[in-house]
């Protein structure tokens, strides 16, 4: 629904090699012409390369226009659906799931950019952590969906894909992205049950003539509790925790699985493997999707949670204070001072302890778990996102095209 890709499909997966050779043998097969070693970093290809490729496209019949919307594909895949924190290239191992150019919708596109969003997530949460990589607008919009408060403009409910919505956000509201993190801590500490909005694709929220069949039909596997599979990339799609989000009452969640090693592999070093094989538990649940569904008797979406409550309240605690958790950040810099004013001041006496919250204002633990993920969201991304993914949100709308089998309109829609 954010970016228009489709869900239920084939797992993204297959093999990976690190010869230059095949990967070459590759680039012949569907572009007629390869880069050149300098041109590519590992396994990994420069965006150069297929931005100037891309380029020189002449639009005169249906393979060129093919090989033109697989450059722009790969482009999608090395900036925002699987970039990495270089941002400078793609990895050539999704270039033979395009080879039929056909079949491509066939794949769960979208299921992978989500593994790869919580990956992402997962990495961001070591303390060595100082930069997030992965889908980053896909992160951005769901916090303006979910949390309207936060976004800087409305967004046009008459627009799809949604990330459409706000595509040219910076040139209503330039100043959104100078607002400092403590102020929007402050606004997650202030949220109240309401602020959060669970369904936010039904009636009201998305125009229903707007949404694809396709994906209004495929829309009974969202709530599927599987692994989401990337080539190497497996994480789990833990919705149990999430049920209100489609209308179901919230109990107490499941054990995640344990994915064990799947959970650790990355692309370092040579890899010659066979994805599909290594992961194939994990594929045939994913295979297996449709038994997987959550289904429960339908509930008001204030349905009373006590039972949850408790268990919530038990395991993570009472309330949560994102401004109490790290010192307060000077947007200027800090204030300089010379070594003698230093020592002339009298050591200031110990700050009080701060007052507890009031009560009313985490009343209700659902608002506690979004703190929670948002205060991640929030001080890994910081102000990268609001500087940088804009630029990328301009052209989403390519994605939608494409799915509608129209050509594309000109080498402008190019991320740059």
């Known amino acids: 629904m954010i970016l228009g890709l489709p869900t239920n499909g084939l797992p993204v997966t297959g093999q990976t090699m690190s010869s230059f050779e095949v990967m070459e043998a590759e680039c012949l097969h569907q572009f007629g012409v390869a880069p050149r070693k300098e041109e590519c970093r590992g396994s990994f290809i420069k965006l150069t390369w297929f931005r100037g490729l891309k380029d020189r496209i002449v639009l005169t019949d249906d393979i060129h226009i093919q090989m033109y919307v697989k450059c722009h594909i790969m482009l999608l895949f ?56 992965g889908p980053l607008t896909l992160l951005l919009t769901w916090a303006w969906i979910r949390l309207p408060f936060l976004a800087p403009i409305s967004g046009n409910l008459r627009l799809f894909s949604i990330a459409n919505r706000w595509r040219n956000w910076d040139r209503e509201n330039y100043a959104y992205r ?31 003539d707007l949404i694809p069949l396709d994906i209004r039909h495929n829309s009974v596997i969202w709530s599927v509790t599987v692994p989401l599979i990337s080539f190497e990339c497996v994480e789990w799609h833990a919705t149990d925790r999430i049920r209100r989000q489609f209308g179901l009452s919230q109990g107490v969640p499941n054990q995640e699985w344990d994915l064990g090693a799947s959970h650790g592999e990355v692309l370092t070093g040579p890899k010659n493997q066979d994805w599909a094989n290594t992961h194939s538990f994990w594929v045939m649940q994913w295979t297996n999707r449709y038994s997987h569904v959550l289904v429960d008797e339908m509930r008001p979406p204030h349905y009373s949670l006590d039972i949850y409550m408790h268990w919530y309240r038990g395991t993570f605690g009472d309330h949560l204070q994102l401004s109490d958790l790290v010192v307060q950040e000077n947007p200027e ?64 709308g390519v994605v939608h095209s494409l799915r509608q089998g129209s050509k594309p309109r000109s080498p402008s829609c190019l991320v740059s």
């Open 78 to 133: 090395g900036t925002i659906l699987f970039g990495d924190k270089s941002g400078a290239g793609v990895h050539w191992k999704f270039l033979p799931l395009l080879r039929n150019f056909s079949g491509i919708i066939q794949f769960s596109w979208g299921s992978a950019c989500l593994a790869h969003l919580y990956r992402s997530l997962c990495r961001a949460t070591r303390v060595d952590c100082k930069e997030i990589d």
């Open 333 to 396: 810099g800090p204030p300089v001072d010379n070594q003698e004013n230093q020592q002339e001041q009298p050591a200031a006496p110990a700050p009080p302890h701060p007052p507890s919250p009031p009560r009313h204002l985490h009343r209700h633990c659902h608002s506690r778990m979004l703190s929670i993920l948002l205060h991640m969201f929030l001080t890994r991304i910081r102000l990268i996102i609001f500087h940088r993914q804009y630029r990328y949100i301009n052209s989403i």
């Open 178 to 208: 100078y607002h400092s993190l403590p102020h929007y801590r402050r606004l997650l500490d202030d949220i109240q049950e309401g602020h959060f909005v669970w369904q936010a694709y039904g009636i009201g929220h998305v125009g229903p």
